[in-house]
């Protein structure tokens, strides 16, 4: 435990310090120890993912909108047809 402080305040001194004065100003600054590094964040604290029982349950199947009644579709335009040119030499046979 002395030497995990002990390295834990010549870190902060060395921080703090800026230049480092009290050393030679030949040699280099040391190094950060490898052990000072962030320790990555715990694996058991990532988020949790949605509980699959919450998920939103889908539409009632009898609440579907009814589909529109067969007798009310709209007529096929039968007027249109007419409007088509006739085909060259061929009369257009008469519609009722």
């Known amino acids: 435990m002395k ?3 002990y390295l834990l305040i010549v870190g902060l001194t060395l921080m703090f310090a800026g230049c480092n004065h009290h050393h030679h100003h030949h040699a280099p600054p040391p190094p950060p120890p490898k052990h000072h590094r962030p320790a990555p964040p715990p694996k058991h604290h990532k988020p949790a993912p949605p509980p ?3 998920k939103p349950a889908p539409p009632p199947k009898h609440h579907k909108p009814a589909p529109p009644p067969k007798h009310h579709k709209p007529a096929p335009p039968k007027k249109a047809a007419k409007k088509a040119p006739a ?3 061929k009369p257009a046979p008469p519609k009722k």
């Open 3 to 5: 030497t995990l402080a």
């Open 52 to 54: 699959k029982h919450h």
């Open 87 to 89: 085909k060259p030499g």
